[in-house]
């Protein structure tokens, strides 16, 4: 297998990032979230909306690079804005995707951990990563990164409530 790059994101990545997005999406959560849902999903929205978040000083990325060719990327954040009533948890990873065709090469671990390492940096000491309860192989490799399912809360994709599964994580360095 070709080198993977882990690096932060730059403008130029946004595109491939996006068709991660919608790739991974409507591969992972077909037969979970709505079809109607993940067929009308379009990159180009995802490029207009991360192209937003890039220029929030808040919102932090990582990419996977491999060949020049952007394969998977992690969205994190050093505080816990997206997990409101947690005062326990100080960080989180929002978003981890990988191409659905260069899933199971270690692109996801790569990613989890360089967003964990920079975490330990920051002296952070709990993280935390929100799953749809029904994306069973998403929660093994949570679990499998040394996560422990201790939170859940009720979110809304389209016009439709799905559970999610909070696996949190005790990332003292």
Not at 26 to 31: E, H, M, P
Not at 130 to 148: D, P, T
Request: include cysteine; glycine fraction near 6%.
């Amino acid at each position: 297998m070709e080198r993977i790059v882990i690096r932060n994101m730059e403008e130029k990545d946004i595109e491939g990032v996006a068709e991660v997005h919608v790739s991974s999406w409507k591969t992972a959560y077909r037969g979970i979230v709505q079809d109607r849902y993940l067929d009308a999903m379009k990159k180009e929205e995802k490029i207009v909306s991360y192209k937003k978040k890039q220029m929030d000083v808040r919102e932090k990325f990582l990419v996977a690079e491999q060949n020049g060719e952007i394969v998977g990327f992690c969205r994190y954040a050093d505080d816990n804005r997206f997990s409101e009533n947690m005062s326990d948890i100080d960080c989180e990873i929002v978003a981890l995707y990988v191409s659905p065709d260069k899933m199971y090469h270690g692109i996801g671990t790569k990613l989890f951990q360089a967003a964990v390492e920079t975490f330990i940096c920051q002296k952070k000491h709990k993280m935390i990563i929100w799953c749809l309860r029904e994306n069973k192989s998403s929660k093994r490799f949570y679990e499998k990164m040394g996560g422990k399912m201790q939170r859940e809360k009720k979110v809304c994709i389209g016009d439709k409530s799905y559970c999610e599964d909070g696996f949190v994580y005790d990332i003292r360095g």
